[in-house]
């Protein structure tokens, strides 16, 4: 997930990693003028994620798009990187289970979890009965799964 402006925190406990370091100065700007906008990096899982950003532009009355392909690569702090060696170890045989539409690291207070996400098709106490109650220590949790999407 890559965030506009200065998040305090990535939602589920992944250290933020900022892409570029300059204050906001962006909005109307006269001709010849130039801004700078942060961009933060709040990774959802580990691995390397992918977005754009498209800037559109007017000179006159007629925009002119230009589109920045983003890549970023997740580090989770110390303490989640365990959990998330775990969840990388037991995704194929979770994702085999019907319905789960994905298995994330789902920090909690002291806890850390294993997250089952059920699609909207399926049963949440079926996903749980078949899931196990625990993988490698990590208490293993089955909600509904929630679409994630950042707009501009």
Same mark, same amino acid.
């Given at each position: 997930?890559?965030?506009?402006? /200065? !998040?305090?925190n990535? =939602?589920?406990?992944?250290?933020? &990693?900022?892409? $570029?370091?300059?204050?906001d ?18 990774p ?26 983003l ?5 989770? /702090? !110390?303490?989640?990187? =365990?959990?998330?060696?775990?969840? &990388?170890?037991? $995704? ?16 909690k ?14 049963s ?12 490698e ?12 999407s950042?707009?501009?």
């Amino acid at each position: 997930m890559f965030l506009f402006g /200065s !998040p305090n925190n990535c =939602p589920n406990g992944a250290e933020k &990693r900022p892409s $570029l370091l300059f204050p906001d100065s962006c909005g109307k700007l006269a001709p010849g003028q130039s801004c700078k906008q942060n961009i933060e990096f709040c990774p959802e899982q580990s691995g390397s994620s992918r977005g754009q950003v498209k800037v559109i532009t007017r000179e006159g009355t007629k925009p002119r798009t230009t589109t920045f392909d983003l890549l970023g690569d997740a580090i989770y /702090s !110390p303490e989640l990187r =365990p959990a998330d060696e775990a969840r &990388r170890r037991h $995704l194929d045989e979770l994702k085999k289970i019907p319905h789960v539409a994905d298995v994330v690291i789902d920090p909690k207070d002291h806890d850390i979890f294993i997250d089952d996400e059920v699609d909207e098709d399926g049963s949440l106490d079926k996903v749980r009965r078949a899931a196990p109650p625990k993988i490698e220590g990590y208490e293993v949790e089955v909600t509904r799964y929630i679409e994630r999407s950042v707009g501009l």
